[in-house]
């Protein structure tokens, strides 16, 4: 009878990979019971009715209260509504982000804000902008082949 040696860095090893696959395991199972969201989900829109229905039939900058704006951004092939949004420095934002067609991302330029926009999904996200200038913002995920051309712009006016 013969007997199988293992070295003992070999074991090592894979105690590491075996106690990688447990944790793997285990998040997988944390996410079955408390529910897996989307980062920044709010809520849900039919994608059919996304340009028909309120907010996003006529998206814009709404003002909350001194300094706090919400914005309601639509992205479709291959632009953003708005394309250009005007807030005066100091303001704190929060976008509510939805697509009527297909996947889009965005990204804005100088800031932490980067989102995922799904068909059906209203994206929530708040960003802070203290400095007057131009911030541009795009659409980061592959939608089609005009692509590139998918951006817009944040005017950021110096407080009077």
């Avoid at 009878?1 to 090893?13: Q, T």
Wanted: proline share 7%.
């Amino acid at each position: 009878m013969s007997s199988f040696r293992v070295d003992p860095y070999e074991k090592l090893w894979m105690l590491a990979s075996g106690l990688i696959l447990v944790l793997f395991l285990l998040a997988v199972a944390a996410t079955a019971f408390y529910g897996f969201h989307l980062p920044g989900h709010e809520t849900r829109i039919d994608p059919s009715r996304v340009a028909s229905d309120p907010p996003f039939a006529n998206p814009g900058v709404v003002e909350r209260a001194p300094g706090r704006y919400d914005v309601y951004m639509r992205a479709q092939v291959w632009t953003f509504s708005p394309g250009e949004i005007k807030i005066p420095a100091g303001s704190t934002v929060t976008f509510y982000l939805t697509s009527a067609d297909v996947q889009h991302g965005v990204l804005i330029e100088r800031t932490n804000i980067n989102a995922m926009i799904l068909p059906g999904h209203v994206t929530k996200i708040t960003g802070r902008f203290d400095k007057p200038g131009v911030y541009r913002f795009l659409c980061h995920e592959y939608c089609g082949a005009a692509h590139q051309i998918m951006f817009g712009t944040i005017v950021v006016e110096q407080r009077s």
